[in-house]
Each structure stands twice: as structure tokens, then as C-alpha cells.
């Protein structure tokens, strides 16, 4: 189960630097897990999980596989690009093959690194970009409502629920918000969905700022925070710089660096793992002598949905679900730990995978 993540930005707010980071991180982790580089700007990177390695040492795993995101650099866009200014018809365009947006923004002073407008405000360039990914969405619901007369008036029920939602969209625009602001009903989730409407995407805002700041942010990574907090989202704080740095170095040299700038852990790590919960996603477990693997699946998904991760003959045949919880296996160091202690449960085709569950799946080939 893929899931992209696109990073968007003004020109020179370090997207590229970052995206370089990422993708510099991801080959240096190909020696470990499979690895990818789908296109130029595509490139996917391990989701970290210290769990992971805690499993498959219980379990005596080869191989240790994470789950991967894929993250894309889309095109920086400027303002006008609702109208096809710069590259921006290429840039909304990219924007709906993804699932949420990584926000880059510019939370540092550079004069040697010239701002697209001129100054330095982090608030005002998420305005920019917000503002031109509404008025491309306006445009189209407008086009998309005119396309639906016809349908409407032969009684067309699909046409009526997308009209329905789409004035709903265009009410929430209209008010200066953005679609993802709109509540949607679970039943019409899958149609909403379908619209693909670009402010629907749900936004990480990436406060990218200079190296003293990496720790604890600035002024304006500050800013940016209580933006998103107001509007419900979240914020990260990263120095591009530092990563790349750090992308380059093998992992004992990166240990010692992020000590030596105060950090706990790297800002990628960060932020693959505020990506993973922005998109409402979970990791389960599957372990064994061959190798130690997560898999990535939406909370709330239930135990044979689950299992079509792996394949979709575990689906189509799913009987019963093996369910161990990670804290269980790991203070009953393992499963045969688990079984003696009761901690073992078989669950069925209703049970809702939970985050961490280490999971065995018996099923019909």
C-alpha cells in the first residue's frame, strides 16, 4: 500500500535541499531494506520504528524490513499559478497525484539566498500557496457543477451527491477556508475522496530554519506553529542544511554530529513520522526467523483488509488473524512467551487491527 507525500514551497525555501536529504538517506538505507528511485523527484525512504529492531531481536530475524513513504519534490510554484504562471499548471497537476502536502517554509535569513518575494515571512508564503490551491479548486468545482446540469436534471443520484458535495466545497472556499476544513459524513467519504479537490490534501507545514535553530526552532518557526494550530494541522521543525549534512554521513559520524547539535534524532525522522500520523496511518508487524516486517495501513482497518497488504489471496481467503500486542511480545519475550501467558488471542473478520499488533494470518489459498 504506497502513500505519497508532496513537497511543495515558494522557489529557494529549501525544498530541493530537503528532498535531496531524503532521497541521499533512502540509498544509504537500500543495503537494508528494498529501495527505489521511481523517478528524479520520487523517491521513497523507511518509516523509522524502533520497534522494529526490538522484534526481530526477540525473534532472531534475518532481515529487517520497515514500511516505506513515498515522498515527491513538486515543482515551486509562485504566485499566479492558478493561471498557469512559472510551472503551475505542472504544479497543481502533481499536487492531486499525492496524498497529503509537506509544506516546506522559509523560517530563516540568507542574503545570499534570495526570497522569491522579497522578505522573509513564512505565514504569507503558506498564504500564497493556499491561495492559488483555492482558487484552482473554485475553478473547477465551477466547471464540474456547470458539467452536472444535465445529470441533475435526469434525476441522476451519483450526480446529485457529487453536486452536493461539491457546493459544500465551494461554501467553505467561498468563506476563505480550505475544502479539508468541510465535514464530510463517513458514507460519502469514498466520493469526496474521488473529487480530488487540492485543498482537501491534508498539510504538514516544514519549518525549515537556520542551524542554531535546528533544536528548538525561531521566532518564526513559532509563527508558523500557532498558524497550524489554529487550523488544525500540524507543524515540524527542520534545518534542510543539517539533513543533508547528515544524509552523507554513515550512522555512528550522524550520532555523533546530532549530539553535538543538541538533537535527540534526526528532522527527517521527524518528519516521515508526523507524515505517517497526518495521514491517519498504522503500523502492524509481521515476525519470523526470515525477517521482521511492518506494514502500513489506515487506522481503523479491519483484520482482512489488513492481511491484503501482504497479498490479496490473504484477503479473499482470510479465516483468522494470530494477534499479539507489541508491548505482550515483547515483555513475554516472544511468541511462545505470549501463548503461555494468554496474551495469544485469534481474532476474526470484525476485529480492528490495532497499531503495533504483531500479526499471523491463517487463511484459504
Same mark, same amino acid.
Given at each position: 500500500?504506497?502513500?505519497?507525500?508532496?513537497?511543495?514551497?515558494?522557489?529557494?525555501?529549501?525544498?530541493?535541499?530537503?528532498?535531496?536529504?531524503?532521497?541521499?538517506?533512502?540509498?544509504?538505507?537500500?543495503?537494508?531494506?528494498?529501495?527505489?528511485?521511481?523517478?528524479?523527484?520520487?523517491?521513497?525512504?523507511?518509516?523509522?520504528?524502533?520497534?522494529?529492531?526490538?522484534?526481530?531481536?526477540?525473534?532472531?530475524?534475518?532481515?529487517?524490513?520497515?514500511?516505506?513513504?513515498?515522498?515527491?519534490?513538486?515543482?515551486?510554484?509562485?504566485?499566479?499559478?492558478?493561471?498557469?504562471?512559472?510551472?503551475?499548471?505542472?504544479?497543481?497537476?502533481?499536487?492531486?497525484?499525492?496524498?497529503?502536502?509537506?509544506?516546506?517554509?522559509?523560517?530563516?535569513?540568507?542574503?545570499?539566498?534570495?526570497?522569491?518575494?522579497?522578505?522573509?515571512?513564512?505565514?504569507?508564503?503558506?498564504?500564497?500557496?493556499?491561495?492559488?490551491?483555492?482558487?484552482?479548486?473554485?475553478?473547477?468545482?465551477?466547471?464540474?457543477?456547470?458539467?452536472?446540469?444535465?445529470?441533475?436534471?435526469?434525476?441522476?443520484?451519483?450526480?446529485?451527491?457529487?453536486?452536493?458535495?461539491?457546493?459544500?466545497?465551494?461554501?467553505?472556499?467561498?468563506?476563505?477556508?480550505?475544502?479539508?476544513?468541510?465535514?464530510?459524513?463517513?458514507?460519502?467519504?469514498?466520493?469526496?475522496?474521488?473529487?480530488?479537490?487540492?485543498?482537501?490534501?491534508?498539510?504538514?507545514?516544514?519549518?525549515?530554519?537556520?542551524?542554531?535553530?535546528?533544536?528548538?526552532?525561531?521566532?518564526?518557526?513559532?509563527?508558523?506553529?500557532?498558524?497550524?494550530?489554529?487550523?488544525?494541522?500540524?507543524?515540524?521543525?527542520?534545518?534542510?542544511?543539517?539533513?543533508?549534512?547528515?544524509?552523507?554521513?554513515?550512522?555512528?559520524?550522524?550520532?555523533?554530529?546530532? =549530539? @553535538?547539535? &543538541?538533537?535527540? +534524532? !534526526? $528532522?527527517?525522522? /521527524?518528519?516521515?513520522?508526523?507524515?505517517?500520523?497526518?495521514?491517519?496511518?498504522?503500523?502492524?508487524?509481521?515476525?519470523?526467523?526470515?525477517?521482521?516486517?511492518?506494514?502500513?495501513?489506515?487506522?481503523?482497518?479491519?483484520?482482512?483488509?489488513?492481511?491484503?497488504?501482504?497479498?490479496?489471496?490473504?484477503?479473499?481467503?482470510?479465516?483468522?488473524?494470530?494477534?499479539?500486542?507489541?508491548?505482550?511480545?515483547?515483555?513475554?519475550? =516472544? @511468541?511462545? &512467551?505470549?501463548? +503461555? !501467558? $494468554?496474551?495469544? /488471542?485469534?481474532?476474526?473478520?470484525?476485529?480492528?487491527?490495532?497499531?503495533?499488533?504483531?500479526?499471523?494470518?491463517?487463511?484459504?489459498?
Amino acid at each position: 500500500m504506497g502513500f505519497k507525500m508532496g513537497i511543495v514551497g515558494l522557489p529557494n525555501v529549501g525544498k530541493s535541499t530537503l528532498f535531496n536529504a531524503l532521497t541521499k538517506t533512502a540509498a544509504a538505507q537500500a543495503a537494508n531494506f528494498p529501495f527505489c528511485t521511481i523517478e528524479p523527484n520520487v523517491g521513497e525512504v523507511a518509516v523509522p520504528d524502533a520497534r522494529l529492531e526490538k522484534l526481530a531481536e526477540i525473534a532472531g530475524s534475518k532481515q529487517i524490513i520497515p514500511t516505506r513513504m513515498t515522498f515527491v519534490d513538486i515543482a515551486g510554484l509562485v504566485k499566479g499559478a492558478s493561471k498557469g504562471e512559472g510551472l503551475g499548471n505542472q504544479f497543481l497537476a502533481n499536487i492531486r497525484e499525492v496524498d497529503a502536502i509537506a509544506h516546506v517554509l522559509r523560517c530563516f535569513e540568507d542574503g545570499d539566498v534570495t526570497h522569491v518575494e522579497g522578505r522573509v515571512d513564512p505565514v504569507a508564503d503558506a498564504e500564497t500557496i493556499e491561495t492559488e490551491l483555492m482558487i484552482a479548486d473554485m475553478e473547477s468545482i465551477e466547471k464540474r457543477l456547470a458539467n452536472l446540469a444535465r445529470k441533475l436534471k435526469g434525476g441522476d443520484k451519483e450526480a446529485a451527491e457529487q453536486e452536493k458535495l461539491l457546493k459544500a466545497a465551494l461554501a467553505a472556499l467561498e468563506d476563505g477556508k480550505p475544502a479539508r476544513t468541510v465535514q464530510v459524513a463517513e458514507d460519502e467519504r469514498k466520493s469526496w475522496n474521488m473529487l480530488q479537490l487540492l485543498t482537501a490534501k491534508p498539510v504538514l507545514f516544514v519549518c525549515n530554519v537556520e542551524e542554531a535553530s535546528a533544536a528548538s526552532g525561531n521566532s518564526q518557526s513559532a509563527r508558523v506553529a500557532e498558524m497550524a494550530a489554529a487550523q488544525g494541522a500540524a507543524s515540524v521543525v527542520i534545518s534542510a542544511k543539517i539533513e543533508e549534512e547528515i544524509s552523507q554521513l554513515d550512522p555512528e559520524e550522524a550520532e555523533m554530529f546530532l =549530539g @553535538e547539535m &543538541g538533537l535527540e +534524532e !534526526a $528532522g527527517l525522522d /521527524r518528519l516521515i513520522r508526523a507524515g505517517h500520523t497526518l495521514l491517519g496511518l498504522q503500523t502492524y508487524f509481521t515476525v519470523g526467523p526470515k525477517e521482521a516486517r511492518a506494514w502500513t495501513i489506515r487506522k481503523g482497518t479491519l483484520a482482512p483488509a489488513a492481511a491484503g497488504v501482504i497479498h490479496g489471496d490473504f484477503e479473499r481467503g482470510f479465516i483468522r488473524a494470530g494477534t499479539i500486542a507489541y508491548d505482550d511480545y515483547i515483555a513475554c519475550k =516472544g @511468541e511462545t &512467551g505470549a501463548k +503461555e !501467558a $494468554g496474551k495469544f /488471542r485469534v481474532e476474526g473478520k470484525t476485529y480492528e487491527v490495532k497499531d503495533g499488533d504483531v500479526l499471523h494470518f491463517l487463511f484459504n489459498a
